[in-house]
Structures are given as structure tokens and as C-alpha cells.
């Protein structure tokens, strides 16, 4: 059975990091965005627009107005967001048959919940200020700039996790393990974590 650590994470914690420096010393394969182009590849798409709508949920308005109208071919009219967490959902479903991974965030957690896998759910947090503070550094934005980022960031996050699972994003209870990366930093994270799926 193939072991997959997934990881969610709030914009600016390192969690993409963290998943990184994990797959590099467990020896696993890493998939973070280059999913998109996965996705695109299998679904014969341009990979700007699938690029364009990860880890973004679709547009609820849509399929209220075809109800409205009374529509129902929702494949006609099925949202580029969609499109992509179909995709996106049997490449990870088949990533996790062939080998060990960690997959970053596209609500992988969910995705993977009844397949045959050794699974371990990660969420990667830090305080406000940790985070502001990595962003600016990371991105030379203003810190007011950063705050910005955070709060765009985590709330399409949020919706998107929201929107595609029966589950609630950065809720402790969606997680197998919750970490502060800011009191462990990114090389303790990597070793708590290596510890946890061995």
C-alpha cells in the first residue's frame, strides 16, 4: 500500500515548503501546482486557465441561474473550476496507486478519504505575524500589502476547500496532525511529520 501525506495550509505558513523539503528526505514524489498541468494535459486544456482557477471554488450563481432556466445539461455549461477538480481528483486518485507522495492542498485530504492508501492529513498553520512577516520577506511586498494577500488567499482557500468537501479548512478536527510552524520552523515540521507516516 502506498503512503500519501496531503497538506493544507494558511498563505505564508511554508506549508508548500515544508511538503517540499518532506517529499525530498521521505524520498516521495512531490505535487503541489505542477498538478495543473497534469490536469491539463489530461484533459486537453490550456494550463493558464485551469492555472487560473486552482484552489478556487465554482461559482454557485451558475448552477442556481440554470436551475432557474431550467438547464440541465450541466456538462454544456460545467465551470472551468470544476473541470479542474475532476481532473485534478483522478490524477491524485491515481497518484496515490502507483507511489508515495505529498500532495499540497486541492483538497486532497477529501479526495483520498476511501481509497486504498496509507493516508496522513497535514494542516499547516503560524500566527498572523509570522506569516505577514514571511510574505514580505518572500514576496518584498509592504505589510499592509501582505495582510492583503493573507486574507485573499486564505479565504479563496477556505471557500474552495468549503465548497468541494463536507469538510471545514483549517479546522483541527479535518486533520490527522495540526502544526505551528513558526514554534517548530520548517526542519522540526519535516521531521514531525517524517515521524508521523513512519
Known amino acids: 500500500m502506498k503512503k500519501v501525506i496531503t497538506i493544507g495550509r494558511q498563505f505564508g505558513s511554508g506549508g508548500r515548503e515544508i511538503g517540499e523539503k518532506l517529499a525530498q528526505k521521505l524520498n516521495y514524489t512531490f505535487y503541489d501546482k505542477n498538478l495543473i498541468i497534469l490536469a491539463a494535459e489530461k484533459g486537453g486544456m490550456s494550463h493558464e486557465a485551469l ?46 496507486k502507483n507511489e508515495n507522495a505529498v500532495i499540497v492542498g486541492r483538497c486532497s485530504d477529501y479526495i483520498l478519504r476511501n481509497e486504498e492508501v496509507e493516508l496522513l492529513n497535514v494542516f499547516i498553520y503560524a500566527p498572523t505575524e509570522a506569516r505577514v512577516k514571511r510574505i514580505m520577506e518572500r514576496m518584498k511586498v509592504t505589510e499592509q500589502q501582505a495582510m492583503q ?44 511529520i517524517a515521524k508521523a507516516i513512519e
Not at 436551475?67 to 472551468?80: C, F, L, R, W
Request: overall charge negative; glycine content about 4%.
Open 51 to 96: 492555472g487560473a482557477a486552482d484552489e478556487k471554488a465554482a461559482n454557485p450563481w451558475l448552477y442556481a441561474a440554470m436551475a432557474q432556466t431550467g438547464q440541465t445539461s450541466i456538462n454544456a455549461n460545467i465551470s472551468t473550476n470544476d473541470t479542474l477538480f475532476s481532473l485534478q481528483s483522478q490524477i491524485i486518485k491515481d497518484i496515490a
Open 149 to 192: 494577500l493573507i486574507k485573499k488567499n486564505d479565504k479563496q482557500r477556505k471557500c474552495y476547500y468549503d465548497f468541494y468537501t463536507d469538510k471545514k479548512w483549517a479546522s483541527h478536527s479535518s486533520y490527522d496532525l495540526n502544526l505551528d510552524s513558526d514554534r517548530f520552523g520548517i526542519d522540526k515540521a519535516v521531521e514531525i
